[in-house]
């Protein structure tokens, strides 16, 4: 048996492409780390404050405990 996943909301410091905020998302809610990033690039044409969130996020949001992809 495998260990269960972790439900806990953190950013994914192994697979960012930025900050780790959408494939932290991605983890935490078991869909496609490219599907958010991609709904988060189209969101952003639209009218909103979703790149103030993102940031919101990136704050808010503590890192996993994997070490950083350089």
């Known amino acids: 048996m495998s260990a269960p996943m972790s439900r806990r909301l953190t950013r994914d410091t192994r697979h960012r492409?930025?900050?780790g905020v959408c494939s932290g998302l991605?983890?935490?809610?078991?869909?496609?780390?490219?599907?958010?990033?991609?709904?988060?690039?189209?969101?952003?044409?639209?009218?909103?404050?979703?790149?103030i969130a993102y940031l919101v996020l990136w704050v808010i949001m503590p890192a996993d405990d994997a070490p950083p992809r350089y």
């Not at 991605?26 to 790149?51: E, M």
Request: proline residues 10%; aromatic residues 10%.
């Open 17 to 19: 492409v930025i900050a």
């Open 26 to 51: 991605a983890r935490r809610f078991g869909v496609s780390p490219t599907g958010v990033r991609l709904a988060f690039v189209v969101s952003c044409l639209l009218p909103g404050p979703q790149f």
